[in-house]
């Protein structure tokens, strides 16, 4: 299973960048997906996310301003990210938590290699 970011770059404060992240491989279905980020000298934090009901979590810093979405149909997430500030800045990851067969009832973690987001003018 591969998850890959895209939609990241440097924006500018004010700015509303949406971030993809396509799940591929040997899915079977996709229980939560979520997205964290990291920014320099922090520890990786939850920003969003949604279980396979449509509910949606955010954390406080975000709460208003962005909005998680699936495409399930595409194995696909989105954050659409609204009145980004510079501290906004840092690698955003997606995170799934994927039942790769029929065959195993089990769910795995897995993780995207991030993309950058910049706030700056």
């Known amino acids: 299973v591969q998850l890959v970011e895209s939609g990241g770059g440097l924006v500018q404060p004010g700015g509303s960048p949406r971030l993809s992240c396509a799940a591929s491989?040997?899915?079977?279905?996709?229980?939560?997906m979520d997205w964290y980020r990291q920014a320099p000298g922090k520890k990786r934090e939850l920003v969003a996310q949604?279980?396979?009901?449509?509910?949606?979590n955010y954390a406080d810093s975000v709460k208003g301003r962005f909005t998680i979405s699936r495409d399930n149909a595409k194995n696909t997430m989105y954050l659409h990210m609204n009145s980004l500030k510079p501290e906004d800045t840092a690698v955003y990851y997606c995170n799934a938590a994927v039942r790769p067969s029929s065959t195993n009832d089990r769910f795995y973690s897995y993780w995207g290699q991030g993309t950058q987001v910049t706030v700056s003018s």
């Open positions: 949604t279980i396979s009901g449509g509910s949606a």
């Open positions: 491989g040997s899915i079977f279905s996709i229980r939560d």
